[in-house]
């Protein structure tokens, strides 16, 4: 009898090209989208599905902090992961992870709006990663943040365990590219301000809400390397793996 | 060849096709939504046109005890506001506001004759509101023009030429700007 973890493994890997398949078809449409849709001037901004390029600043002119690098941000993402072994195998799990809900605003060269980056599929690489192990302490900005979120780095006989802190950020002043659903601010009355831009707060609408600190064309890049990864990847995994099984079942 | 085979070999044929589909799929919803995209940027550019519309009266108002002698180019913007509400197609509409921009130009421009009219607190203000209005028509102008500019590219691209052809698409004009609008005012002091 061959080995069951052969099947395991394939009818796991034909779910993730049916996933990687189908997310194919929807980055296509979302590659398309960014594609035709052209920047608008912040001032000029109508309500609607808009694409806007600009500078991140934050809101009343106070930052927030990263969590684990303690830089200024506008908006930041963290993950804490521990390294467990159990048997043959070990793999990193995610102990916590979170992200700022804080508002903040582009600004171009005709004007500002403030952002609300909730529900924002928010694509921004990795900016601080820090180990921790056994005669490696993390440094005390970690440490206090691990204890005011209850998550401990020490294991059996106070040993510190295998963890990584990854944290991602978007700067003060750092470019912005944002495709998303220009609605009402909330925080202003309506046809009370001075300017368009006021009265209006980028958010989750409808559509797909993207944030990136990529320029349109490389996330146009990106886009069609996820297109191309998704749609033929997806292809050749879930062949792959009917290949595989049906093989294992021995009806090929 | 065994039953396994043959569907390993049919799913990958399928998966082929299914891409070419949602692909052809993908160029003609991509097409839908461009075309009511120029629709939905020209009606954003109509409203800020309606608006500077309404503002005008005001303007008239307000400056007309203090430009006695310009008559003529009062009267010059309450003719072409009026050429704006009654016109019908966007062309119309795109030529008024031609008119419109350039007369406002020259207004503001000779406005600096008058001491006592530049030093209105209400001129100010609606100096202000119109010159900000024009300023959003322009950005939404360049918006529609950059949408427009799209979809005529895609409509002669390959392969998307064909899904335009199957759907009947033609190129679509853009909103051009009046060469005398982009020149300067000059005033005689």
Redesign the interface.
Known sequence: MPDVRILTYSLIGLGFGIYLFVSGFRWFREKRLIENMPTSKIRSIAMGMVEIFGEAFPQKGKALKSPFSNNDCVYYRYTIEEYRSSGKSSKWVIVKKGESRTYFYLKDETGSVLIDPKGAKIDIPKDFEFNSSLGKDPPDKIKSFLKSNGVGFEGLFGMNKTMRYIEHFIAPRDKVYIMGTAGDNPFVEEGSSQRNEMDIMMQKGKDFYYISDKPEKDVLKLYGWWVIGGLFGGSALIVGCLFVIFAYIGIL | M????T??IW??II??L??VF??FI??Y??FI??KN?IV??WA?IDV?LKQRADELPKLIASVKGYMKHERGLLEGITHARTAFLNAKTMDAKAKADNIISRTLKTLFAVAENYPNLKANENFIQLQGRIS?LE???A??R??YN??VN?YNI?TESFPDRFIAGLMRLTKKEMFKVAESEKQDVKVEF
Do not use: P, Q
């Open positions: 065994g039953i396994g085979l569907m390993v799913s990958a998966l082929f299914l891409i949602g692909y993908g160029i919803n991509s939504r461009l995209d939905k940027s954003n800020l900000g300023n959003e028509i950005d939404r360049e918006f950059d949408s799209t895609k």
